[in-house]
């Protein structure tokens, strides 16, 4: 078996070294395999493991490359692809016990893209569960820890996706981001990660958690495996209607692989809402850094205002449980998943949902029913609405003096397992700089930055609609630098 130095390997150099055929892709994905029997026991990121999918994927690279035939962009590329989207005869959970044993009978849009340009995949990471929580520890099926740090929370609800990339499990992952489920790992794992503009991706196959909010999005050890990932994964899809074709996005490297970008006519915007007292100052001290780097650059900082952030939280926390009450009604018991028998029909959805679901889903199915109901939608609901066109004008108004926005990912470091379970409130503030990009439809990339306190530092970079190329190129002049 050849030596791979696999926290090294990076798309491209999976790709280069198989074509120049240092290892097989079948020796790739053996290594990759074994590192997660030996150290995801731990961390667990890995909820179930495709042993054989991913070795069958492989051997057929290798006949490509045998053959001299040329070999798609992912060919031979071990990822991990989150719980909560679906792989054809895989287990997918998404996280809940409700769902423990269901098999998915098709494969989403962005797996079947993964597929055709030849991906090997390992298995499905874990999350919270239906993506509901701030650091996995929600999953009904164990939490998953940093690798930096295993006593400190991976992030969530994607930290299973986050992790195996940061511990060398993974070359690069799909999570899922309904308000900063990507971006939060990411930043808390030292890795990048990419919540696009809402539509650039296709969530057919994503179990639904708030329909108006949920994307689909890339996590790499680099902007350019990121970027790769994204190129291949967005696009129009016809079993998604809120999906939309994006040529902006297309081929879009130039010659050489790096982007060229006039850094003396970028406009770096710094909201002022988002560097506030209560943030972990360490944290904010790092964002200026990066933020004077740009500078030195030749960037221009100015400063925007987004007023009605917040509310933002608020707003958040009324539309996604509603959403999520809707569509988590389908779990009930008599089509598929946990199933529990009664007397009556009544007392058997009850049974059902209250043994399958955990705490924290059926604290926002009753949340979210509660602001739905008839007394109660237009006070809440409805407001919550009003505000959300607010967030976005306040965004489009920002745009108008700053190319992007540059923000920290979250106002605290990556946090103890168990510091901040048994406070909701406490746990819903992590997502406090992250949520209005999800209610506004933006795209965002968790950009590492470096440490504090020996901790991963996120940058979080903000692009006006479809502009996910400007975002790559601004990250990767920092990466550059």
């Known amino acids: 078996m050849p030596k791979i130095d696999i926290h090294g390997l990076t798309i491209e150099k999976c790709r280069q070294g198989l074509m120049n055929k240092e290892f097989s892709a079948l020796e790739v994905a053996k290594i990759f395999l ?8 731990q961390i ?72 055709k340009e030849g991906a090997v995949i390992l298995g499905k990471t874990n999350l ?33 996706s986050a992790a195996a990339v940061a511990g060398g499990m993974a070359i690069y992952s799909l999570g899922s981001d309904t308000g900063g489920s990507i971006r939060l790992p990411a930043a808390f794992c030292g890795v990048a990660g990419l919540k696009p503009t809402y539509g650039a991706v296709s969530r057919y196959g994503l179990i ?33 209607s809120t999906s939309v074709e994006t040529p902006k996005i297309e081929n879009s490297r130039l010659a050489g692989g790096q982007a060229k970008l006039k850094i003396e006519n970028l406009r770096i915007g710094v909201p002022s809402e988002y560097f506030v007292k209560g943030g972990d100052p360490e944290v904010a001290k790092q964002v200026k850094i990066a933020l004077e780097k740009y500078e030195k650059l030749g960037a221009k900082i100015v400063e925007v205002s987004l007023p009605n952030t917040e509310y933002a939280l608020a707003a958040y926390y009324i539309i996604s449980p509603a959403e999520a009450s809707a569509n988590l009604a389908r779990f009930d018991g008599v089509k598929y998943g946990y199933s529990q028998k009664a007397e009556n029909l ?44 607010l967030i976005r004008n306040d965004f489009n108004n920002a745009f108008k003096t700053a190319d992007v926005l540059m923000s920290p990912v979250s106002p605290s470091l990556p946090f ?17 700089y992250t949520v209005s990009v999800n209610l506004a439809g933006f795209p965002a990339l968790s950009l590492p930055i470096g440490e504090a306190k020996g901790l991963p530092v996120g940058l979080q970079i903000i692009g006006k609609e479809f502009e996910e190329n400007k975002i790559f190129k601004i990250a990767k002049l920092y990466e550059s630098n």
């Open 34 to 41: 074994e590192r997660i029997a030996k150290d995801d026991e």
């Open 44 to 115: 667990f990121s890995y909820l179930t493991l495709t042993p054989e999918l991913a070795l069958g994927q492989a051997k057929a690279v290798d006949r490509l490359i045998a053959q001299g035939r040329q070999i798609p962009r992912l060919a031979g590329v071990p990822c991990a692809i989150k719980d909560n989207i679906l792989l054809k005869d895989a287990r997918c959970t998404a996280g809940s016990k409700i769902l423990e044993n269901y098999s998915a009978s098709y494969d989403a849009t962005v797996v079947e893209k993964l597929k």
């Open 128 to 160: 919270d569960e239906f993506a509901m929580g701030s650091s996995t520890e929600n999953s009904s099926f164990g939490v998953t820890r940093n690798p930096r740090d295993l006593e400190r929370v991976a992030g969530g609800s994607s930290g299973g």
């Open 208 to 240: 639904a958690f708030a329909s108006s909010l949920d994307q689909i999005g890339p996590m790499a050890k680099t902007v350019d495996d990121v970027q790769t990932v994204f190129e291949i994964i967005a696009g129009q899809d016809r079993m998604d």
């Open 346 to 389: 009544a007392d058997a959805y009850l049974n059902t949902r209250g043994r399958g679901f955990g705490k924290e889903v059926q604290r926002r199915i009753m949340l979210g029913t509660y602001v739905l109901s008839a007394g109660y939608y237009d006070a809440y609901y409805i407001r919550a609405q009003k505000v959300r066109t």
């Open 416 to 432: 103890k397992i168990g510091e901040k379970i048994k406070d909701p409130l406490s746990m819903y503030l992590v997502d406090l």
